[in-house]
């Protein structure tokens, strides 16, 4: 474990973060340093990318867990006999282990490091998964998936602030960006393993992102902001030198993160009074906004329960289709990856949003339709063909900035004296929500598939209208600059 407890003086006692890997990279900085090549200094370098590969195995389990739910609904609930009720609390339970984790998971980053907590949330991802494949009951159920949540709760806060904590400015919005993407591809996985096999296996091809992300850990550095802030100079330094390259001077940015840390107070501790200040109100306002709309959007809804989706709107091939909704999502989340540096935040948002407010009319005046005609009709399978447009629709507009952003600003603009009591705060916002409309889509969808579509299209047009008062651009700015610019 690794904090500073600090007196009036300012002097703490430092104890050596868990996962400590700094030694290693360092002794290879001073043994090429001594033979001369800087050839060889390149080759034992690692990549900031390299980095962003290993960590976006969480976001990959993460995706795997949400999308889990969909393929399996009709086998857990025929073998097990379970009822609507007991497989939506089945469902919903991750996000109800996510909000504890959620709760967790600013302070166990803050106090044993990014990397610390990765490894702290893949062992309950495992433990979870398995209590699934041999579960004989609901109770082995419910159990594996309040622990996948916990694990998740924590991936999801972790990953995006290890991302970019470690990313410089101009990469920063596509590979935090990268953290989405890799839940995008989870849930394809999820998807399109869950046509091929059953739904006890699918539960066991869940612990293999978490199984190669442990040893990963240990061949990347810690996060050079987080050691900075511990006061850890010598491993900050050598942390960040790892992750430019030695090649590289980085003095500049040593000296700007260094700057940054000496305007805050030396007192570690944050009080819920310190967040009535607008410095730290304010970023936290937008990043709690962002992740609340995102749920409410009811995306979780549609992924979760995507098959149960199109039976209704009356596919018969309704797996197939939801493997394809998952193949375009990836894409689609690919494509902001790459537009986001480009763009910009602000703009990928709105148009998503816009997006989604069209796409979910779209499939609510389709199945409010359909009570209208008759099965039999030309009339209700065209409407059918369009209820699924919209929902693909909905799904590439969510993708291209509402999926990866709130994640990506909210990790870029909480200031790092904050940032484990507000991204837990948020976090758990997040999680909250998602758990309502989890818990409740099944049963909206039963009572009226339209009306719930209305809802969350009004939802998508209240976050157009929240982006385009509050929510700053932060494209193209260092950290610390975005933060400086609530003061």
């Keep these: ?55 976006a195995l969480g976001p990959i389990q993460f995706g795997f867990t949400c999308g889990y739910s969909s393929p399996t609904q009709s086998a857990i609930s025929k073998e097990l006999r379970l009822t609507v009720s007991q497989f939506s609390l089945f469902g919903s339970l991750a996000n109800v282990g996510a909000m504890v984790g959620a709760i967790a998971s600013g302070q166990i ?20 998964w398995l209590a699934i494949s041999f579960a004989r009951d609901v109770s082995f159920l419910y ?18 602030v290890y991302i970019a904590e470690i990313a410089p400015q101009n990469l920063r919005g596509g590979l935090g960006s990268v953290n989405q993407l890799s839940v995008t591809i989870g849930i394809m996985l999820s ?38 802030k511990m006061g850890m100079t010598e491993d900050f330094e050598a942390s960040l030198q790892v992750l430019r390259g030695f090649d590289t001077d980085i003095s500049l940015e040593v000296n700007e993160i260094k700057r940054s840390l000496a305007s805050t107070t030396r007192r570690t501790a944050i009080r819920f009074a310190d967040l009535k200040r607008k410095r730290y109100w304010l970023p936290l306002m937008i990043g709690i906004g962002l992740l609340v709309f995102q749920q409410l959007s009811g995306i979780n809804g549609v992924i979760f329960y995507s098959t149960t989706i199109f039976e209704s709107a009356g596919i018969s091939s309704s797996n197939a289709v939801t493997v394809g909704v998952g193949a375009i999502q990836v894409i689609a989340t690919a494509v902001a990856t790459w537009l986001v540096d480009k763009t910009g935040r602000r703009i990928l948002l709105i148009v998503s949003s816009s997006g989604m407010v069209l796409s979910l009319l779209l499939v609510a005046v389709s199945f409010f339709s359909k009570g209208f005609v008759s099965e039999d009709s030309t009339a209700y399978g065209i409407l059918g063909i369009l209820s699924i447009v919209g929902v693909v629709c909905m799904v590439v507009a969510f993708s291209l900035g509402m999926g990866p952003i709130p994640w990506l600003i909210m990790s870029e603009i909480l200031p790092i004296k904050i940032k484990g009591l507000a991204g837990s705060v948020a976090t758990l916002a997040n999680w909250f929500l ?3 409309i989890t818990m409740t ?43 400086f610019s609530f003061r």
Aim: glycine share 12%.
């Design 1 to 55: 474990m690794s904090f500073r407890e600090e007196g009036d003086d300012g002097k703490g006692d430092l104890r050596k973060p868990f996962l400590h890997t700094g030694s290693w990279y360092r002794m290879g900085s001073r043994q090429s340093s001594i033979m001369g090549s800087s050839q060889s200094i390149r080759e034992s370098s690692i990549s900031v990318l390299a980095c962003v590969l290993i960590v």
């Design 109 to 128: 980053a803050e106090y044993i490091g990014r990397k610390g907590s990765l490894m702290i949330a893949a062992i309950p991802n495992i433990i979870g």
């Design 143 to 160: 159990m594996g998936r309040l622990l996948e949540g916990f694990g998740v709760g924590i991936i999801s806060y972790t990953v995006p």
């Design 191 to 228: 998807y399109l393993l869950g046509i091929f096999v059953g739904w006890r296996l699918l539960a066991v091809l869940g612990i293999l992102p978490c199984l190669i992300l442990i040893p990963g850990l240990f061949f990347i550095p810690e996060s050079p902001r987080w050691l900075a």
């Design 434 to 436: 998602s758990w309502v």
């Design 441 to 483: 889509a099944p049963l909206l969808l039963d009572w009226s598939s339209g009306g719930t579509f209305t809802f969350y299209m009004l939802m998508c047009a209240f976050t157009v209208l929240f982006v385009a008062i509050w929510v700053p651009e932060t494209k193209g700015k260092t950290l610390e600059e975005i933060h």
